[in-house]
């Protein structure tokens, strides 16, 4: 088995972040891998064709959470040793881009958190879940706790 050469920590900047993005770094600095990192940022309907506009259209609340979220993965990267080129941020489906970004970077294994929803949460569709079936490469769930 060869090692990992390339490793996507998938941020979601959740309470329980921190604890993922340190198994990715633990992971990382054990085969001497590459650490890279995404977020995405989902998309916000600005109108529904049923109700017309939901907020106001001189309010640009797409960019001013990419923007805060830029902040927060520029700090997260800061914080593992991770270069600028190397933090990716995304604004659409999250299990479609993280995909695409570790096809795109040749990455051999994504780190994410789970929380391991069973049932109608199942159902509805996991970021976790929808990486793990879709993903080309290995991918690492770390269970979440509830509080």
Do not use: W
Request: aromatic fraction near 6%.
């Amino acid at each position: 088995m060869n090692n990992y050469q390339h490793i996507l920590l998938a941020a979601d900047f959740s309470e329980h972040g921190e604890f993922v993005a340190q198994k990715a770094h633990y992971l990382a600095t054990k085969y001497n891998a590459k650490l890279s990192v995404i977020h995405i940022v989902d998309n916000l309907p600005i109108t529904d064709a049923a109700y017309g506009p939901v907020i106001p259209f001189d309010i640009d609340l797409n960019e001013e959470l990419m923007n805060a979220a830029k902040k927060r993965l520029a700090e997260l990267g800061k914080h593992l040793g991770i270069p600028e080129d190397r933090q990716f941020l995304e604004m659409g489906n999250a299990k479609l881009e993280i995909v695409a970004t570790a096809e795109e970077q040749h990455v051999d294994l994504i780190v994410l958190g789970s929380h391991g929803r069973h049932g109608l949460a199942l159902l509805l569709g996991s970021t976790a879940n929808g990486v793990l079936h879709h993903a080309k490469c290995d991918v690492l769930a770390v269970r979440l706790q509830d509080n």
